[in-house]
């Protein structure tokens, strides 16, 4: 890789375009070559400038990289202090960083950094930068994005960032610094020079992984530990008992079956009792609502017979309708007559009246037409006349406008003259006043650069001097943080030993507790603890069967007592249900014979009555009853009344008597199943007594009442509960503790890990302050050249100033200062131009001012004229029109004329307007008395029709009352008319259903009757209901509690076989974890540490000993005398002397050039090391010279030549003036004014 050429434009210091062409003379032929210049120049500008175009980075601004921290740009905006984008020059909107360089395949190409602000404008924003890449060779751009073409450019030049920065520009200082640096320094140079930095990461890496793993590891061990099985015996106990549960719920589940077989009959046989009396029920209900529709069936039947005469009672509601509304109308009528005669009346004088008024007017009309031509004659010689004065009026204003246009204009110049003689005269005046100031305007240019030169130097000052307190408050901040920084190293130090000290103390302490006695201790708590609880169980079992032995005896004899008194009740019962069938069935008889001596009688006469014809019975011709006898049926109704009254009561001790029947069957039933029931909780009983007997706990304190034994048994079990947990308690606080000594085992680490980079933190400030104070040793020589620089502007303008403290005025506000120059200059030219050109305008005001005069007297003799001709003209005029005004009033002959005729025409209208009112008048008054006539005779047919229909009704009425024997009138008549045949329909359809409900509900009691019959005959259960409900609920509780336990054996059972399971699985985790944590544990031995050195002194000692390889091969060209070795285990460097018979020595007995020689060896070795692959023909050396004395530059200078027969460009940037006077060829950087920069290319 070889450096061609570099451009810059516009980066720091260095203003406008720079070139350094390595292929032109004089540095094509130089093999070394100087970079010089003051410091602060901007020598190192061209090394940024070289790592911009390659990499769009360079290594200052890297280190400069802080988060939150940035510079201010232009118009208020930001830039991070470690973006290079900043490089570019203030005041200018672009630049760029250009290299020419040969790549690994042989070929030129050209790589091109650049940044510009928008708009291409120097106060505008900083936009993105740019890299670009072109084949010099071929001519063609290499397209690609930012990233790609970055690249591609690593890929051509054969070394990343960092591999340049160590191969290109050689850190030979940094070496130098390395040799004779402590072991820690050693570290951190070494890291910093090779990039071994990872393998600290990785030893923290593989020491925090071993910590997580054995973590890990102790989880699942603790995990373990907290899981308790059941041994051999308590399974066995366990699957037996659940073997004889499952027995006892089989049959359990079987009576349950049998009983609930029973229970369903029973229910079944309520249920169709209770059906048979819902139908018993339904029967008498629909059999009450027939008789309750009498009195509907009598009223449909009158309706049906009223419906003869609904014709006529319509036709005479008809007319009585159209009667009352024909009246209302004529009455109308009658008032619309009245008011048409009135009207006529009123009209007829108006007639009278329009026609006088038309005669007046025509009259008029005739009287006025002299008079109106004589106005016509008058009008046309008044506009004749009226037209002559307005023409004389406007040329006498076209006149007055012109002169007063004329003596305005003369008046405005005359002002304007006078206007410029003072302005003349004010500049004068201030000529004369400021003559002293005059050498500032003449020499404007000249004062505005040089304080544009100063105002910078004032700026560099003020700068330097904010610089210096920055810097010194840095130096004071640094040593403050580096005394916090050493008492927090003291102070960690102490908590870390208390912590070990502490650590090592509980460690004894823990290994003290007997863990394994406590879990056995634990186990054996578990087994008692379990026990009672099953004890437990069983005594409540045995306890619930005594009571409910007791509460069945009870029950019991309750039971025998109802059963004698319900006996009793149910033999008086049965009397009185025989005296209450035989008053049923007596009524039943008589209404029986009742309907029969009726049907045969009344039915058969009724049969032979024939409409008009005389009755066998009593000769009437009318037979009102041949349908209906009402004194007949209210017999029968009476009848059929009482016996459903006796009906009513049989059926209701009936009823009674079943059901307590019923009531007695079950109670001697149950009584009975409780007998036997008795036997069964007797044996099961003696059962749960046995169960009980078998336990330990039973045979304990037997002076205890059945009543607080379970107390008893709950405070034992609460005691061994106490005891087991207790026992937990010490086991998990051996966990606890344990826990706690690992968690302060990682503190302690950490601590360490604290300490360690506090000390690297104390090593770190050291170096930060002795760059502090080199850096304020800089700024104070550059402040003190600034104040140099002022004092020569101060000496080269004050000729310019009349006032001696100029200088002060113009550093209080230099821009004020700046501005008001500026400002006098710029009024000074300008006063000098006004009065030139005012002096000019004068002359020609003068000269118009004459003729402006004599333009105006002629034209104020032309108005005098005119004004005279105007005035006799308007007398004419006013004269004419006062003889018009006598006529009319003055108004015009059309406009008199229209209003007379106008007149007239509208009189004639107006008379016969009301002609044609007269006319319809005596229509509409023949119209209304015509339709008068006509509704008098209507009114008239109406009252007739009406008294027709009236007699019809009367007489209708009268034959029906005589013929039914009932007294129906007039508006009971009306009233059953009002009823339509849709209600007469609905009500015929709804009595019909009431028939056909009475049918129904007989059918149905017949059906359900049956239906209770078949039921009971089938008597599946002889047990009583009740007592059926009592043994199967026992007998569901029992099979529910079987079930229970069978449930929490099952739930052992299974929990025991899960953690087994879980138990399985953490052996193989653990086992698993444990193989992964040892393999971690051993690789942590071997390089892992919580600080990272363990491996980083490894990696690095092997680094080093590479390193050396190369090294020693540069050394032995520049100086066969010496080789560099490794001191064993360390990172230390010591010399073999072969001209000593390779005598060991340390490289603190090096001298000076010795040491240069070393170390440069050094630089040129990790160079090689960066760039293996390849060969770098171009070097830059960066600094190191400045300590050298002159016998050990002659050394370098010979070192440096012997890089140059390898075949390399060498470029060496120095300002050690003895250096550069031995190097011919050099790259000078001069600072010029305004903080610029020069660089050029000298050969001496």
Known sequence: MKILAIRIKNLASLEGNTEIDFTAEPLCSAGIFAITGATGAGKSTILDALCLALYGKTPRYLQAKETGIDIFDVQGSTLSQGDVRSILRDGTAEGFAEVDFVGIDGQHYRATWSVRRARNKAEGSMQADLITLKNITSNVDIPGKKQETLNEIVRLVGLNFDQFTRSVLLAQGDFTAFMKASKDEKSSLLEKLTGTHIYSGISKKIYEKYKFEEQQLRDLNFRKEGIVTLNEEELKTLLEEQGVLESQIKGLEKEIENLTTEINWHEQLAKLQSNHLEANAALQLSTEVKVNAHGRRQKLLVTEQAQQTRSWVDAQRHAQQQHIEKTTILNTLQE??????????????????????????????????????????????????????????????????????????????????????????????????????????DNRNIILSKLQDAQKLLAILQTSTEELDVLKHKINTSETDKTTTDANLDQYTKEWESLKKTYDLQSKELLLIPIETLNLDKVEADRYVENTIKAQGNWQLFYNAITDLETLNQKQQKDQSDYKIKEKTLGELAQKLVVELAQKDTAAQLLKHARLASAENVETVRETLIDNQPCPVCGSTSHPYAVHNPQLENVLVKLEEIYDEKEHLHLVSYREHVALEQVFKTLEETIQSQSEALKIYEAALENKKQAWEKFDIAKENPSITNEKRAEWIEEKLQTLKAKQADLLLQIQGHAGQKQKLEASKIKIDQLKETIDNLANQVKDMKNSIALYTEQHSGKINERNKAISDLSEVEKTLSPYFTTSDWMENWKTAPSTFVEGIDSFAKIWEENAEKFTQYTLQKGAFEATLKELENQTKSLLAEFTIKTAAYTTQHQNYLDLKQQRETIFDGKSAEEVEGQIKKAVTEAQKQLDLLKEIQQQLSTNNTKASTQKEELVAALISLDKEVQNTSQKTEIWLGDYNKRNNQFLTIAELHELLTLDNYWIENERTALKIIDDEVTKTTSILVERKQLLEDHQQKFLSERPFDELNVIITTAKSDVELQKHKRGEIGFQLQQDETNKNKIDDLLTSISTQAKITENWSKLNEIIGSADGKKFRQIAQEYTLDVLLAYANIHLQVLTSR???????????????????????????????????????????????????????????????????????????????????????KVGVISHVQEMTERIPVQIKVSKQQSGKSKVEVIGI
């Not at 009135?342 to 008024?357: G, P, R």
């Not at 090391?1169 to 190191?1184: C, T, W």
């Not at 050298?1188 to 390898?1206: F, G, K, V, Y």
Request: net charge negative; glycine share 4%; charged share 25%.
């Open 1122 to 1208: 010496y080789k560099i070795e490794r001191i064993p285990a360390t990172l230390g460097l010591q010399v073999v002397d072969q001209d000593m018979g390779d005598e060991v020595r340390t490289v603190y007995s090096l001298s000076g050039g010795e040491s240069f020689l070393v170390s440069l060896a050094l630089a040129l070795g990790l160079a090689s090391l960066s760039s293996s692959r390849m060969k770098v023909e171009s070097l830059f050396i960066d600094e190191g010279f400045g300590s050298l004395d002159p016998t050990t530059l002659n050394i370098a200078m010979d070192a440096l030549e012997r890089l140059h027969n390898q075949g390399r």
């Open 336 to 441: 619309t007559i009245t008011s048409l005669l009135e009207q006529k009346e009123k009209l007829e004088i108006h007639l009278l009246a329009s026609e006088t008024d038309l005669k007046a007017k025509n009259i008029a009309l005739s009287d006025t037409l002299p008079l109106l031509e004589q106005a016509r004659k008058l009008d046309t010689l008044l506009a004749e006349r009226k037209e002559q004065a307005d023409s004389a009026q406007k040329e006498v204003e076209s006149a007055s406008v012109n002169v007063n246009q004329q003596q305005k204009v003369l008046t405005e110049k005359q002002i304007e003259l006078t206007n410029l003689s003072d302005k003349i005269k004010i500049i004068t005046d201030w000529k004369t006043e400021n003559a002293d100031r005059s050498p500032i305007a």
